[in-house]
C-alpha cells in the first residue's frame, strides 16, 4: 500500500458551448501527473468505487481529476433512456475539451496528463489520446469497450494498459482484438476472477495498483 498523504482538494466548473461540466480535482504538491477519470456507464465523479481508486493515485503522489462527461440535465436524461451514455463521439469530444483546457490553464499546464477510462469511458479515453497524442501521455482502460473507439485505435500513440476481469469474457475478446490493432507500447492484464465492475474482494485494489504503476511510469515530465 501506498503512504497516506492530505491532499487539497477542489471543485471545477467547465462552461462548454454545450453545457456545464463538473470535476473534482486533487493534486499532491509534487505531482507530475494528472490522471482524467472518463466515467463508464451510469457512473459519477461521487462513485465511491471511483473515489477510492482516485485516493489510491493520490497516496501514489499523482493527480486526479474526477469529471462527469455529462452535464447534469443529461444525466438525468441517461439514467432514464441511456441515451447518452453510448454516445461515444460526444464523450471523446467532452473530453479533448478538458485535455485542451488543462494544457491552457497555467496552474495545471506542466502535469503530464493520463487518461483512466472505464467501460464506454474507455473508447472515449483512446479516441481523445489518438487526437491528442502530444498531450496525453498515456490511457488505462479498466473493464473497458475500447472497440468502440474504432479505428482510432491505430492512431493511440501512448502507451495503452488494458485491464479486464477474468470473468469479464465477452470485453476480454473485444480487448484481445483492440490490442492487436493498438499500434504503440501496449499490455492487456487479466484480474483472475474479476467480473465485469470488479465488485470482488481485492480486485478493484488489484486495478488501482496495476494502473498506478502504469501511470507512475509515463506520466512524468521529460
Not at 136 to 159: I, K, W, Y
Amino acid at each position: 500500500m501506498s503512504d497516506i498523504r492530505k491532499v487539497p482538494q477542489r471543485s471545477l466548473r467547465l462552461d462548454l458551448k454545450d453545457g456545464v461540466l463538473h470535476g473534482e480535482l486533487a493534486v499532491p504538491e509534487d505531482a507530475e501527473g494528472l490522471v482524467v477519470f472518463a466515467h463508464g456507464s451510469g457512473s459519477s465523479r461521487f462513485s465511491p468505487r471511483n473515489q477510492q481508486v482516485a485516493r489510491f493515485f493520490n497516496d501514489l503522489g499523482l493527480g486526479t481529476l474526477l469529471l462527469d462527461l455529462l452535464t447534469e440535465d443529461e444525466q438525468d436524461i441517461d439514467e432514464a433512456t441511456r441515451e447518452f451514455r453510448f454516445d461515444i463521439p460526444l464523450l471523446a469530444r467532452r473530453l479533448v475539451t478538458v485535455v485542451d483546457w488543462l494544457h491552457g490553464d497555467e496552474r495545471l499546464q506542466e502535469l503530464v496528463v493520463g487518461l483512466f477510462g472505464a467501460s464506454t469511458g474507455a473508447a472515449a479515453a483512446l479516441i481523445c489520446a489518438a487526437q491528442r497524442h502530444e498531450l496525453v501521455a498515456a490511457v488505462v482502460s479498466r473493464g473497458g469497450r475500447t472497440d468502440l473507439a474504432g479505428d482510432a485505435l491505430e492512431h493511440v500513440r501512448a502507451p495503452s494498459l488494458l485491464i479486464v476481469g477474468g470473468e469479464d469474457g465477452v470485453v476480454l475478446a473485444l480487448n484481445r482484438e483492440s490490442l492487436m490493432r493498438l499500434a504503440g507500447i501496449k499490455r492487456l492484464e487479466v484480474v483472475p476472477g474479476a467480473t465485469h465492475l470488479f465488485e470482488e474482494p481485492g480486485k478493484l485494489l488489484k486495478v488501482a495498483e496495476l494502473a498506478g504503476e502504469w501511470f507512475l511510469r509515463y506520466l512524468r515530465r521529460i
